[in-house]
């Protein structure tokens, strides 16, 4: 009897190591074909005309919006005109209506050649004209619809929050036409201290907070960080068929110098090497996927910054950089490492010089010196990369503000995780 148990169980554990292999490879085509296929069925907000134009008829309208905001080719901006849709302002973000601006580079306010529309930039000195009251009282909602990728220093949402806080100051309605966050898979870096609150950084959130538009505007009506704790009348156009795991393949760069997927996933862990005076490829073919200092000893690759459309004056301009090509980085790898500062302290290390030359990025303006921590949050990471911690030791005393913070925006994510 004991005998004939025996083999029974020998066979039973056989067949199921036999097909615990296929059940495991089963589950992650499943788990892999979801996401692939998402993202080919994803339907962002401002495709969903028959959601919002009904609730934008008879209304005074300014749009927020770039080039990112379009259906199959299509700018919202037409899309909503062609619905009867009465569109009166257009507020263009850092690089302008086109898109075409260099990073921080002051854009001025124009026409619209096609429409004739008056469009407003909230980036340069415009911007206290453009969220005026008088030039606020022309319009009874303001309509966002634009591609974020989902970091606390892309400015974008910065810029969505000044439009809330306009609104909300002169009595105005918000909506927001959702699109997916290509970084929305994670939660990763510290919580922004607040005395480095800046134009990169408006909001007591992570680096990578895992948020699409939507969710932000949500969570800064429901959290009170509008001035003043105060809420603005707000719709969200949701997504469909997206998940904060879609691999959501952005349709247009968002911006000159985010060309590729894998810059994307890079940015969370490269944009630092702004604070320093590392360039991170801008003029090059490849910003955001390599870096490198004319310093940098022992490194086989090599590039030259040059004066190029999106980067007309970048860092390093026609000076041959050392450095570290990121190009053949696995893209599930990079997303499954997170945040990191490897790539940084790499970078420190090779250069070999004293902390604060490694911080300096040249400009002259008043804050320059403080950029890194504006990026990074706050004021103990250049000291732990100072003192010759690694990056697993440094992403360590961030890990609660991760957990405090998932747990903090939970009630407002609008998708599954």
């Known amino acids: 009897m004991h005998i004939?148990?025996?083999c029974i169980f020998t066979k039973y554990f056989d067949w199921l190591i036999m097909n615990r292999k296929i059940m495991i490879i089963t589950l992650l085509v499943l788990v892999f074909s979801n996401i692939v296929v998402s993202a080919q069925e994803v339907v962002v907000g401002a495709a969903r005309i028959d959601q919002y134009v009904p609730l934008l008829k008879g209304k005074k309208i300014g749009l927020f919006s770039n080039h990112t905001g379009v259906v199959n080719g299509r700018h919202t901006l037409d899309i909503m005109l062609e619905n009867g849709l009465d569109v009166v302002t257009i507020f263009s973000p850092e690089h302008g209506f086109r898109g075409t601006a260099d990073a921080g580079e002051s854009v001025n306010s124009s026409v619209d050649t096609k429409t004739g529309i008056c469009i407003e930039s909230l980036y340069g000195s415009n911007k206290k004209k453009a969220l005026s009251k008088e030039a606020i009282d022309k319009i009874d909602i303001i309509v966002t619809d634009i591609q974020d990728v989902g970091l606390r220093f892309y400015t974008y949402y910065c810029t969505m929050i000044d439009l809330m806080n306009a609104a909300v100051a002169n009595g105005k309605a918000f909506m927001v036409l959702d699109r997916p966050n290509p970084n929305g898979m994670y939660v990763d870096g510290p919580i922004l201290d607040m005395k480095y609150k800046s134009g990169v950084g408006k909001l007591p959130i992570p680096v990578v907070h895992g948020l699409t538009m939507g969710e932000i505007a949500l969570m800064s009506n429901g959290e009170g960080w509008l001035n003043d704790g105060a809420k603005v009348p707000l719709t969200v156009v949701e997504c469909e068929n997206y998940t904060h795991q879609t691999r959501y393949v952005l349709p247009i760069a968002p911006s000159p110098n985010l060309r590729t997927m894998k810059s994307i996933y890079l940015y969370p862990s490269i944009c630092y090497f702004e604070g320093t005076s590392?360039?991170?490829?801008?003029?090059?073919?490849?910003?955001?996927?390599?870096?490198?200092?004319?310093?940098?000893?022992?490194?086989?690759?090599?590039?030259?910054?040059?004066s190029v459309e999106g980067a007309k004056n970048p860092p390093l301009l026609d000076k041959k950089c050392y450095g570290r090509d990121l190009r053949n980085l696995d893209d599930e790898k990079i997303i499954a490492k997170g945040l990191t500062l490897e790539y940084l302290i790499d970078a420190y290390q090779k250069m070999n010089v004293p902390v604060d030359d490694f911080f300096d990025n040249g400009y002259k303006y008043v804050g320059a010196k403080e950029f890194f921590e504006k990026l990074i949050g706050n004021d103990k990471v250049r000291k732990m990369i100072a003192e010759g911690k690694n990056a697993d030791e440094i992403k360590a005393t961030w890990s609660?503000?991760?957990?405090?913070?998932?747990?903090?925006?939970?009630?407002?994510?609008?998708?599954?995780?």
Not at 400 to 417: G, S
């Open 400 to 417: 609660n503000d991760v957990e405090t913070f998932k747990a903090q925006r939970k009630p407002y994510l609008l998708y599954a995780e």
């Open 278 to 306: 590392v360039s991170l490829g801008r003029g090059t073919d490849a910003p955001f996927e390599i870096y490198g200092h004319p310093d940098m000893k022992n490194c086989d690759f090599e590039f030259t910054p040059r």
């Open 4 to 6: 004939y148990f025996v």
